[in-house]
């Protein structure tokens, strides 16, 4: 098989350009796994549909979409040298969680302090993860950012991937990479099928200003007709996360800012107090979504266009970001062994790792939600008495947070702390430069 880099355009088809990697899809996850790329060195052509502004001023209102990033996603971050332009826009550490049930006595609270930990992962909006992604994308030579150009056709032969973009004509690579979101077009072309369940349950996001502070908590009450979030962000400031049954979307999107408010004390059992001021809110129905197949010869399904989960343990991103992780260094492996990085069986590496974790991650939202979600005598009892047993259990409350800060086993070398003290100094990584290019 070619090896991507020997690869000669020319020699393939006079009128196709040449990649080692074509991303299709430039947000969070996309985003990361094209940076990640590019500062190995690869040439990386990277498709987005809509144009991100890395323009961002602090007197900008919170914006309705957040994340709860874990410490690993912080790494990855971090380790692609973003997270300077997280912290220099906008973010905020929370040092705790605090879960309860409205039908049983019994709560459980997460602290870093009881991890030995400075927090257990912060709150983001996520234009500013996307902003500070694309500032330093702009500015890495070896990514090609092609704006607006839709996906055609897709095409395998001669162990490679075709694409026919509508306005620049055909591409050619050993890789695509589906990063496009749950409605993946290239899942579609490439007739990769779905395992989907409706909840039947909606979320409805927006920052709120409440009368009490959050105390740096990140606050989730379960109740019947789905749990309820605040996530701790600036001065008195959370994100909402309410979760509805489907049928309550509309009702709840035209609530006025006075009833929105008044709903989510209620929801929140008034815990922060009064609610004072209402953002911008949206909603979306929730459903989960595992493409069959994450891989195919010369294709790749990354994140959402993979998999989507409940957001009610906030971790769709996280395991994006683990994703495009490992499925750098199963490129970078094949490419430091002689391989082509579109071999089935090299991309095979990439799914090995990561369908189970996320299956498993998927379906145990299931169970909690589930559990919860039973309105019977049994299990107000069960949560009586498991729940203050759980929160007096600190070795597994221990070993829960830790899962959920750093993800499971075998955590790919981007997710890693200071990956630069295992590879070298960061000057041996290909340096972001002047290039910045917006076609092909
Ligand atoms: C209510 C809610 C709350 C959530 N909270 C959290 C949380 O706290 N923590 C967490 O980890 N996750 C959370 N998630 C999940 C998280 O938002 C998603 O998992 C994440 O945004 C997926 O990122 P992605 O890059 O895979 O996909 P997307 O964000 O969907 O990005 C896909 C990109 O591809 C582009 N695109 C689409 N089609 C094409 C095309 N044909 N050509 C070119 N470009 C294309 C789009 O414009 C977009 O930029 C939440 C989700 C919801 C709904």
Same mark, same amino acid.
């Not at 309860?100 to 459980?108: C, F, I, L, R, T």
């Given at each position: 098989?070619?090896?991507?880099?020997?690869?000669?355009?020319?020699?393939?088809?006079?009128?196709?350009?040449?990649?080692?990697?074509?991303?299709?899809?430039?947000?969070?996850?996309?985003?990361? /796994?094209? /940076?990640?790329?590019?500062?190995?060195?690869?040439?990386?052509?990277?498709?987005?549909?809509?144009?991100?502004?890395?323009?961002?001023?602090?007197?900008?209102?919170?914006?309705?979409?957040?994340?709860?990033?874990?410490?690993?996603?912080?790494?990855?971050?971090?380790?692609?040298?973003?997270?300077?332009?997280?912290?220099?826009?906008?973010?905020?550490?929370?040092?705790?969680?605090?879960?309860?049930?409205?039908?049983?006595?019994?709560?459980?609270?997460?602290?870093?302090?009881?991890?030995?930990?400075?927090?257990?992962?912060?709150?983001?909006?996520?234009?500013?993860?996307?902003?500070?992604?694309?500032?330093?994308?702009?500015?890495?030579?070896?990514?090609?950012?092609?704006?607006?150009?839709?996906?055609?056709?897709?095409?395998?032969?001669?162990?490679?991937?075709?694409?026919?973009?509508?306005?620049?004509?055909?591409?050619?690579?050993?890789?695509?990479?589906?990063?496009?979101?749950?409605?993946?077009?290239?899942?579609?072309?490439?007739?990769?099928?779905?395992?989907?369940?409706?909840?039947?349950?909606?979320?409805?996001?927006?920052?709120?200003?409440?009368?009490?502070?959050?105390?740096?908590?990140?606050?989730?009450?379960?109740? #019947?007709?789905?749990?309820?979030?605040?996530? #701790?962000?600036?001065?008195?400031?959370?994100?909402?996360?309410?979760?509805?049954?489907?049928?309550?979307?509309?009702?709840?999107?035209?609530?006025?800012?006075?009833?929105? #408010?008044?709903?989510?004390?209620?929801?929140?059992?008034?815990?922060?107090?009064?609610?004072?001021?209402?953002?911008?809110?949206?909603?979306?129905?929730?459903?989960?979504?595992?493409?069959?197949?994450?891989?195919?010869?010369? /294709?790749?399904?990354?994140?959402?266009?993979?998999?989507?989960?409940?957001?009610?343990?906030?971790?769709?991103?996280?395991?994006?970001?683990?994703?495009?992780?490992?499925?750098?260094?199963?490129?970078?492996?094949?490419?430091?062994?002689?391989?082509?990085?579109?071999?089935?069986?090299?991309?095979?590496?990439?799914?090995?790792?990561?369908?189970?974790?996320?299956?498993?991650?998927?379906?145990?939202?299931?169970?909690?939600?589930?559990?919860?979600?039973?309105?019977?005598?049994?299990?107000?009892?069960?949560?009586?008495?498991?729940?203050?047993?759980?929160?007096?259990?600190?070795?597994?409350?221990?070993?829960?947070?830790?899962?959920?800060?750093?993800?499971?086993?075998?955590?790919?070398?981007?997710?890693?702390?200071?990956?630069?003290?295992?590879?070298?100094?960061?000057?041996?990584?290909?340096?972001?430069?002047?290039?910045?290019?917006?076609?092909?």
């Amino acid at each position: 098989m070619m090896h991507a880099q020997d690869t000669n355009n020319k020699a393939i088809n006079d009128s196709a350009a040449s990649f080692d990697v074509v991303v299709v899809g430039g947000g969070m996850v996309g985003s990361v /796994l094209a /940076l990640g790329l590019g500062q190995q060195g690869f040439k990386v052509l990277l498709l987005e549909k809509q144009a991100v502004t890395t323009d961002w001023h602090a007197s900008l209102p919170l914006q309705p979409r957040v994340s709860a990033l874990t410490r690993a996603s912080e790494n990855i971050l971090r380790n692609l040298g973003a997270w300077g332009g997280i912290e220099a826009r906008r973010c905020h550490a929370f040092g705790a969680m605090h879960v309860w049930d409205e039908a049983s006595v019994g709560q459980v609270h997460f602290s870093a302090a009881d991890v030995g930990e400075a927090n257990l992962g912060h709150v983001v909006e996520n234009d500013v993860v996307q902003a500070a992604l694309w500032e330093q994308l702009k500015g890495c030579e070896y990514v090609h950012i092609a704006l607006n150009q839709a996906l055609e056709s897709l095409e395998f032969k001669d162990d490679q991937a075709w694409l026919t973009l509508d306005g620049l004509g055909k591409v050619v690579t050993p890789l695509i990479v589906g990063a496009d979101g749950a409605f993946s077009k290239v899942r579609a072309l490439a007739h990769i099928g779905l395992d989907t369940h409706d909840y039947q349950q909606c979320a409805v996001v927006g920052c709120v200003k409440t009368e009490l502070s959050h105390q740096d908590t990140c606050w989730q009450r379960y109740q #019947a007709a789905g749990p309820f979030a605040y996530l #701790a962000m600036g001065n008195n400031m959370s994100s909402i996360a309410w979760y509805l049954p489907t049928h309550k979307m509309a009702w709840a999107l035209s609530l006025s800012d006075e009833e929105l #408010a008044r709903n989510i004390e209620i929801a929140s059992d008034h815990r922060l107090g009064k609610v004072l001021e209402v953002g911008q809110r949206i909603a979306f129905a929730l459903v989960r979504r595992h493409a069959l197949h994450y891989v195919k010869p010369n /294709l790749a399904l990354v994140g959402d266009a993979a998999h989507t989960i409940h957001p009610q343990a906030g971790q769709g991103v996280n395991l994006g970001l683990l994703d495009a992780a490992v499925l750098l260094d199963v490129i970078v492996e094949a490419k430091a062994h002689g391989k082509s990085w579109g071999n089935f069986a090299v991309l095979r590496q990439y799914e090995r790792a990561r369908r189970g974790d996320n299956a498993l991650v998927q379906r145990s939202m299931e169970g909690f939600d589930w559990l919860f979600n039973q309105q019977s005598a049994l299990k107000t009892r069960l949560l009586n008495g498991f729940l203050p047993l759980a929160n007096r259990l600190l070795p597994v409350k221990k070993w829960l947070m830790m899962q959920a800060l750093n993800g499971r086993d075998g955590v790919p070398r981007l997710a890693k702390p200071f990956i630069f003290n295992n590879l070298g100094d960061a000057s041996t990584r290909v340096k972001a430069t002047s290039c910045n290019k917006f076609d092909i």
